[in-house]
């Protein structure tokens, strides 16, 4: 017998024995839902219409209406670590980060129980889609891309891609590819369910729409910042979404008010949020698409939608090419904090931060063939992008597989929310854990303790100060203490950051708040 295929043998055994667990768990295809995970980029928390937005989202606030809205749905705040928990069910660094290397995607596992997988858009991660699990792939591996002529890191299904037409765009492209796909899907293995990952790059920027699109929000936002973000607060309080004692947060030392600003200034300010709303606009409008085709295949009752962002509203102004109008490809706007304080009402801080701002997102779940909740309904139970895997995993029939080829795979952190799609109370986490660079936070219950860049830790009721305006850190230094010790016992233990990434925060970085909830002057 050849060496090398003894060499092989463990690994094949390993291989075969995963396939078998899986397919003895698989139910058969013909009750098992298609699933749809969409994803948008650096989206505030309040930035589509069911959540509060001016900005026009039709196609998604009637799946809002029609199904069901998370209030207290968190992410990791960043591009990268938000994609590894969604794909992978665990914690960025304890499923390997970018590698995934101790993690297995929904797309594999889903892939080996007897579904078809497909990807669209915007990777971000080590290797390719079509070297996790996903056997149609369209998009760019590129954390951010043209929206008009792409970049060198395009692939189809694995293969360099450079077929920019004059009317490429990105997101228009996503979903034609989607559609494609699930056409091929539907017409070669009709009895076989479809799993889509739909990674919109948009709103990330570069800000850069289609004309047509701009000029429909190009005097929409001469209001300003400020009376707009009230308004969003007041649609908020009027649908329920947010509990009437989450005061609104005010606006940051560092943005002016939208009065002080000259008019120069007052321009390109509601210029560049016209780009920002027509790119959402842009991202409705395909996806009005895409529920459409699904209706006209007729598989659009037995489809799961879950539709979420990454993390909160980006306030970096990176605006290169400012002289050229957004749609051409020369161009390069960002907006800055001004506007992401709007995306992100009624919370404080941003992408990046783990307070607030910078982790809660939309989550709107859509099956009209599985979901048991009141149409429009919305729930307070708090859930994670971590527990998505864990979601189309028991919607698909799927186990977690407790080894996989090549890989030292850690236990699942996430826990379903297919309890609370059926109108249950599902057990919650005991607790859940944050990390990006040095802003830390976890939450346990109704207490969240938080804190930014390694400043002292803060403490909020989260259920009664949702806005985490009123730290009680000093009236609970006992809740401060257990909980400092739980983030750091699990960073180390569970999510294995390096002993330079727990340090002990500091309290050196001046507070962002007042006692009295006031932003701090700098």
């Not at 995970?37 to 589509?48: H, R």
């Not at 995934?100 to 290797?127: C, D, F, P, Q």
């Not at 979420?308 to 749609?327: H, L």
């Not at 997102?361 to 729930?379: N, Q, R, V």
Request: net charge negative; charged share 25%; with cysteine.
């Amino acid at each position: 017998m050849p060496t090398s295929f003894i060499h092989r043998a463990p690994a094949l055994l390993s291989l075969v024995l995963v396939l078998l667990g899986l397919l003895s768990n698989t139910s058969s295809a013909a009750d098992r839902p298609n699933i749809i995970v969409m994803m948008v980029d650096d989206l505030g928390f309040s930035d589509f219409g069911c959540y509060g937005s001016e900005i026009e989202t039709p196609n998604i606030d009637a799946l809002a209406a029609d199904g069901l809205r998370f209030r207290n749905f968190s992410n990791t705040a960043k591009c990268h670590s938000s994609r590894v928990s969604l794909l992978t069910g665990l914690y960025c660094d304890q499923a390997g980060a970018e590698s995934l290397s101790r993690g297995v995607t929904i797309a594999e596992v889903l892939g080996s129980a007897g579904y078809n997988t497909a990807m669209v858009g915007k990777w971000h991660l080590h290797k390719e889609p079509t070297d996790r699990g996903f056997q149609k792939y369209f998009g760019h591996l590129s954390g951010a891309t043209n929206f008009f002529v792409g970049d060198d890191t395009f692939r189809l299904n694995g293969e360099k891609w450079n077929d920019f037409d004059d009317d490429f765009y990105t997101t228009d492209a996503n979903i034609a590819w989607a559609e494609k796909f699930l056409t091929e899907s539907l017409r070669d293995d009709p009895d076989k369910p479809f799993f889509l990952y739909v990674a919109h790059n948009a709103p990330h920027y570069p800000l850069q729409a289609r004309e047509a699109d701009y000029r429909k929000y190009e005097h929409r936002y001469e209001a300003g910042w400020d009376k707009l973000r009230a308004a969003r607060y007041q649609r908020q309080l009027n649908m329920g979404l947010i509990p009437a004692e989450w005061a609104l947060s005010l606006r940051p030392v560092n943005v002016p008010a939208w009065d002080e600003l000259s008019a120069e200034e007052r321009d390109w300010e509601r210029r560049r949020m016209a780009v920002f709303a027509a790119m959402v606009d842009r991202v409705d409008q395909t996806t009005g698409k895409l529920v459409k085709f699904l209706q006209e295949k007729g598989v659009y009752d037995n489809t799961l939608i879950l539709i979420c962002s990454d993390n909160g509203a980006c306030p970096f102004d990176r605006t290169k090419g400012k002289q050229y109008e957004p749609w051409d490809s020369r161009s390069y706007w960002c907006y800055d904090t001004g506007w992401s304080h709007v995306g992100n009402t009624p919370f404080r801080l941003h992408k990046q931060n783990q307070h607030e701002g910078g982790i809660s997102s939309p989550l709107i779940a859509h099956w009209p063939a599985g979901l048991k909740t009141k149409p429009g309904e919305i729930t307070d139970q708090p859930a994670h992008i971590i527990d998505l895997m864990a979601t189309c995993l028991e919607v698909g029939g799927a186990e977690y597989p407790s080894a996989w080829p090549q890989r030292q795979l850690e236990p699942l952190q996430g826990k379903s929310l297919l309890p609370i799609l059926a109108g249950q109370v599902r057990e919650p986490h005991d607790f859940l854990y944050f990390h990006f660079a040095t802003n830390r936070a976890i939450r346990e219950g109704k207490w969240k303790l938080v804190t930014h860049r390694a400043s002292q830790w803060e403490l909020y009721d989260i259920e009664t100060d949702g806005t985490e305006l009123h730290d009680v850190a000093d009236q609970h230094p006992d809740v401060v203490e257990r909980l400092s010790q739980l983030w750091h016992k699990t960073a180390v233990e569970v999510d294995r950051l390096k002993p330079a990434e727990t340090k002990p925060v500091s309290g050196k970085t001046p507070p962002l708040l007042n006692k009295n909830g006031t932003p701090a002057k700098k």
